[in-house]
């Protein structure tokens, strides 16, 4: 029977549909871990702490908001095509503002942006720009996968200044547990083109101008981090790989102390009462000092990991961030 060029289209068409179908059908979900939530966190602190009230998202007559705006689009991934997103909150006041990049903790694998909302919106309401950011975590994408996520945000942020009113000479990063780890990584890491990746936006800087550690790791190879007894599923040897004597070369390379110099930032760190996420802190503090950049220590000695999440601590906390930003930035 020979088919005619109508009978073809119907059949092709068909084809094509089927394609794609199976295309859909194939694209793998990306992997999540939402054990780490503020209601979880509540509940089990709570217990210990019931006098605690978390900070709750509520925005001040005096920020705008922008929500769920993408900062960069990565292409084929092994989920497929993937947006990644920030929230960003600024002072209707006219004028360039600092500005201040937050991110959110839960060991590389877990939490969301929306953490760092609450404290992003005081902090807008005192004059910066902030900007809660979207990375990748470990089920979807290992190390250094976060920090070419969290320096292709810095780099959108200055090529969207003029929109926000950003203050591009005044950009800061904190972040918090294994956020401060990254926000580490990412500051200390200032020029380093091979941290930069590959992830949108170039074109841009990315250098930070100062850094805010809340309780996150300065070194995995200190003896307080490296002397912790770990599961093969611990959430820094899922995200770095493999433990440090599968991956020594990641585990150093991922430590934030061996790539500070003489031009890092100033830093601030604001600590728990567990020893074990301040690890390498006093060394690298000792070399700041050294070299003459401005370092400043404040301890919450309750042992309460995420102190920042929570009152009666929270404001206090943003108290030593916005003293030190203005500090810094004069």
Same mark, same amino acid.
Request: with cysteine; glycine share 10%; proline share 5%.
């Given at each position: 029977m020979k088919l005619t060029s109508q009978k073809l289209i119907p059949i092709f068409l068909f084809v094509?549909?089927?394609?794609? +179908? %199976?295309?859909?059908?194939?694209?793998?979900? &990306?992997?999540?871990?939402?054990s780490f939530n503020i209601?979880?966190?509540?509940?089990? %602190?709570?217990?210990?702490?019931p006098f605690i009230k978390p900070l709750e998202d509520e925005l001040p007559p005096s920020v705008n908001?922008?929500?769920? =705006?993408?900062?960069?689009?990565?292409?084929?991934? #092994?989920?497929?095509?993937?947006d990644l997103h920030l929230d960003i909150f600024s002072p209707k006041k006219p004028?360039?503002?600092? @500005?201040? $990049?937050?991110?959110?903790? /839960? /060991?590389?694998?877990? /939490?969301?942006?929306?953490?760092?909302?609450?404290?992003?919106?005081?902090?807008?309401?005192?004059?910066?720009?902030?900007?809660?950011v979207e990375y990748q975590l470990s089920l979807e994408a290992q190390y250094p996968a976060a920090v070419f996520n969290i320096k292709s945000a810095i780099r959108w942020m200055r090529?969207?200044?003029?929109?926000?009113? &950003?203050?591009?000479?005044? &950009?800061? $990063?904190?972040?918090?547990? @294994?956020?401060?780890? +990254? *926000?580490?990584?990412t500051g200390l890491t200032n020029g380093i083109e091979n941290k930069e990746g590959d992830h949108g936006n170039e074109g841009f800087p990315s250098n930070i101008q100062a850094i805010?550690?809340?309780? /996150? =790791?300065? %070194?995995?190879?200190? #003896?307080?981090?490296?002397?912790? %007894?770990?599961?093969?599923?611990?959430?820094?040897?899922?995200?770095?790989?493999?433990?440090?004597?599968?991956?020594?070369e990641v585990w150093k390379d991922a430590s934030s102390i061996y790539w500070a110099n003489k031009t890092s930032p100033p830093i601030l760190f604001l600590n728990s009462?567990?020893?074990?996420?301040? *690890?390498?802190?006093?060394?690298? $503090?000792?070399m700041m000092a050294h070299w003459g950049i401005y370092t400043e220590v404040h301890q919450?000695?309750?042992?309460?990991?995420?102190?920042?999440?929570?009152?009666?601590? @929270?404001?206090?906390? $943003?108290?030593?961030i916005d003293n030190f930003l203005m500090k810094v930035f004069q």
């Open positions: 094509c549909f089927g394609f794609l +179908l %199976n295309a859909q059908s194939q694209k793998k979900e &990306i992997p999540k871990d939402t209601h979880s966190d509540f509940k089990k %602190n709570s217990k210990y702490f908001e922008h929500r769920n =705006v993408v900062y960069t689009a990565l292409k084929n991934t #092994p989920y497929g095509d993937r004028g360039k503002h600092p @500005a201040l $990049i937050m991110v959110h903790g /839960g /060991g590389w694998r877990s /939490g969301n942006k929306s953490l760092q909302v609450p404290m992003a919106q005081k902090l807008a309401e005192r004059g910066y720009v902030t900007v809660c090529a969207h200044a003029e929109t926000y009113n &950003i203050d591009t000479e005044k &950009i800061a $990063i904190s972040g918090c547990s @294994a956020g401060g780890q +990254l *926000a580490m990584l805010i550690d809340i309780d /996150g =790791v300065v %070194n995995f190879m200190a #003896p307080t981090s490296l002397n912790l %007894n770990r599961r093969p599923d611990s959430p820094d040897v899922e995200w770095l790989g493999g433990t440090f004597t599968e991956k020594p009462g567990y020893p074990r996420f301040h *690890a390498g802190q006093d060394e690298l $503090i000792g919450f000695n309750e042992k309460i990991h995420t102190f920042w999440l929570y009152e009666p601590w @929270a404001n206090q906390t $943003i108290n030593y």
